[in-house]
């Protein structure tokens, strides 16, 4: 058939192709360990779902603005400011279907087509298809393990042409967990004010910190508030992911853009959604600092494990969910053909029944992703079937 030429340069989703599998191995009576999933395990706090019930009762469901509700937005206005120390107003403020919604939203008010938008090594998985989906070039940076992955000044400074457009960040990072410090993030924000390149800080897990401080790109300084523009939204800290809610903070001219955009593609997201996400804001906060602890200590229980296991070594994570373990020991042993980190991950889904996500997806192939957004008997039983399976190669 004769679709869109877009289509060519697209790769498919690799945690799609791995959920569908795991659907099938379970509807064959198969049990998997499913540590593949960037989803929380728990469910959306009763008190938000209230908002949203009660905004259908009172029949809260014909269009409205197109940036979010006015009270949703003023609510976001004034997280920001609490917990981000982020000065915002609401015409600052553009509420999208989730996080994926406000990053296409972003690059299509701001990179024309042609333009590199930089992403450092490893990313999230649909940053460089969204790129090449809304007619930019993706223009990968290589950083260093012994960084945490976390991107430097120079790495920066090398990798920017006259082309580079938007770098983009996500702190807390996912796959790695890592965080950057507030004078690194300094470092990059006077790299990219200099050379006029905009930052998309994707702060989606920012609620999901284990380190004091965390610190916002935009509340850096003056000139870091006019470049960025913050991603976040309710998926991960709220476990809102199937509700589709997120949002962008940027400066006034970006914000009108994206709303613009907004209003032919989409209108806005769903109220009954934003009623809930409102509701979080105002009502959850003990939910979400209980689903926090919860998290931090299964990566306890995690670190703690791998640390016991030969042959594998991890990124020290700080936030998210997520741990990156290095593989590169097991990668010289493992006979493989075109990609070790597929190959690795399917033959521990198929003989293991433990489901993992290969670093490649992320840039980079000596890797394996865990996710522990899942309970501490999963987590437990997948790290023992992991040691089982590196015993198996080595012996
Ligand atoms: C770094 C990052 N950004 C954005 C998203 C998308 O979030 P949403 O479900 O709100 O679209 C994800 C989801 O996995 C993510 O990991």
Redesign the pocket.
């Given at each position: 058939m004769n679709l869109s030429k877009r289509l060519d340069t697209m790769t498919p989703s690799f945690?799609i192709g791995i959920s569908s599998k795991v659907k099938e191995m379970n509807s064959n009576g198969i049990d998997v360990l499913n540590l593949s999933i960037?989803?929380p395990d728990f469910t959306v706090p009763e008190k938000a779902k209230a908002y949203g019930k009660k905004s259908l009762d009172e029949n809260c469901t014909k269009y409205d603005l197109v940036p979010g509700l006015k009270i949703l937005r003023e609510e976001i206005v004034k997280k920001l400011k609490k917990e981000n120390n982020c000065d915002y107003s609401i015409d600052e403020i553009v509420v999208s279907?989730?996080?994926?919604?406000?990053?296409t939203n972003a690059l299509l008010a701001v990179t024309n087509p042609g333009e590199e938008v930089l992403i450092p090594k490893p990313y999230?998985?649909?940053?460089p298809e969204m790129v090449k989906l809304t007619g930019g070039i993706p223009k990968f940076i290589d950083t260093k393990r012994e960084n945490g992955f976390k991107l430097s000044k120079e790495e920066l400074l090398n990798a920017i042409s006259d082309n580079s457009k938007m770098l983009i960040l996500?702190n807390p990072?996912?796959p790695t967990g890592n965080v950057y410090t507030k004078s690194e993030l300094e470092e990059i924000v006077d790299v990219c004010y200099e050379k006029g390149i905009f930052i998309l800080a994707?702060e989606?897990?920012e609620r999901i910190c284990y380190v004091d401080g965390f610190t916002s790109v935009a509340s850096l300084s003056e000139k870091a508030k006019e470049i960025t523009i913050t991603?976040n939204?309710?998926?991960?800290s709220v476990a809102?992911?199937g509700l589709?809610?997120?949002y962008t903070a940027s400066n006034r001219e970006v914000a009108k853009a994206m709303s613009s955009i907004q209003g032919h593609l989409v209108s806005h997201p769903s109220l009954t959604a934003q009623y809930i996400g409102y509701g979080a804001l105002v009502e959850c906060e003990d939910d979400i600092k209980h689903m926090v602890s919860v998290y931090r200590s299964r990566r306890d229980i995690l670190i703690e494990r791998l640390d016991n296991i030969e042959h594998v070594s991890y990124i020290h994570p700080f936030g998210?969910f997520y741990m990156f373990i290095d593989l590169s020991d097991v990668s010289k042993k493992y006979n493989w053909e075109k990609s070790f980190s597929i190959e690795f991950c399917e033959e521990f889904l198929n003989k293991y029944h433990v489901a993992v996500v290969p670093g490649i997806a992320f840039g980079l192939d000596d890797y394996i992703r865990i996710s522990y957004a899942c309970d501490e008997d999963t987590l437990i039983n997948a790290t023992n079937k992991l040691e089982e399976f590196i015993d198996d190669i080595f012996n």
């Open positions: 945690t960037g989803e279907s989730g996080a994926k919604n406000s990053i999230w998985v649909s940053y996500t990072s996912n994707d989606i897990y991603i939204g309710f998926a991960k809102m992911t589709r809610l997120g998210a």
